[in-house]
């Protein structure tokens, strides 16, 4: 069961260069998010999926943007990457059952220096 | 802001004792709870979710609720060098498709 899967597990950037971090799971799930967890600063919410067709900003959105190209998969874009983008990126899933009752099923990370 | 805290540690226990890890919530609306662990370098898994005040036990891992004081705790029994890792609480506020709100995690070492 390969669950979430991301790519690449790991990516050395230049400042000012653009990548797309790409996550797909195979569990039917409605729901999908993309977080960042930093030392000292936990994991913090960049953007989620609620569905197929609709995305909407977290905590922390600013400089990145996010596509679900389908029910299975959604990828995050960093246009112009800056060091302070430097961090562990986690894509998530979830069932989202009415009530909240439906836990987060998180990928392997992908750690991203940006020099 | 909703924001959840939890006690950084490190907390030490000897092994065979109970490991208690605490966290408390600010928004009074927040309706579900979960316990992740996460190993150095690895991602967060699932250990308990709780929903309903009172307790909740599977196998040596209990999570208690208590909403009106706004506090979840999880207790490990019987702790093992192998639950040495960070343990994050997390809440959910809004509806099913909601993202979770984090604490930074509490890190927690068994001494053998």
């Known amino acids: 069961n390969a669950g979430v899967t991301q790519t690449p597990k790991f990516q050395v950037l230049k400042t000012g260069q653009s990548m797309t971090l790409q996550c797909a799971q195979d569990m039917n799930h409605n729901s999908m998010y993309w977080y960042r967890q930093d030392p000292g600063m936990g994991l913090r919410l960049i953007y989620y999926?609620?569905?197929?067709?609709?995305?909407d900003k977290g905590e922390v959105p600013n400089g990145y943007n996010v596509s679900r190209l389908n029910k299975r998969e959604f990828s995050l874009r960093l246009e112009s990457a800056a060091p302070s983008q430097t961090s562990v990126y986690f894509c998530?899933?979830?069932?989202?059952?009415?009530?909240?009752?439906?836990?987060?099923?998180f990928g392997n990370g992908t750690r991203l220096t940006v020099t | 802001q909703k924001e959840v805290e939890q006690n950084s540690g490190p907390l030490s226990v000897p092994e065979g004792a109970i490991a208690s890890l605490n966290c408390t919530y600010s928004?009074?609306?927040?309706?579900?709870f979960f316990w992740y662990r996460q190993y150095s370098g690895k991602s967060p898994e699932l250990i308990m979710s709780?929903?309903?005040?009172g307790d909740k036990e599977d196998g040596r891992f209990t999570a208690q609720l208590n909403k009106a004081s706004q506090y979840v705790s999880l207790l490990i029994r019987d702790s093992q060098p192998s639950d040495s890792a960070t343990y994050l609480c997390?809440?959910?506020?809004?509806?099913?498709?909601?993202?979770?709100?984090f604490g930074k995690g509490t890190h927690l070492i068994i001494q053998p």
């Open positions: 709780i929903y309903s005040n």
């Open positions: 997390a809440v959910r506020s809004g509806g099913g498709a909601d993202g979770l709100t």
């Open positions: 998530a899933s979830s069932e989202a059952l009415a009530g909240g009752a439906s836990p987060l099923h």
């Open positions: 999926s609620a569905s197929e067709g609709t995305t």
């Open positions: 928004d009074r609306g927040s309706q579900s």
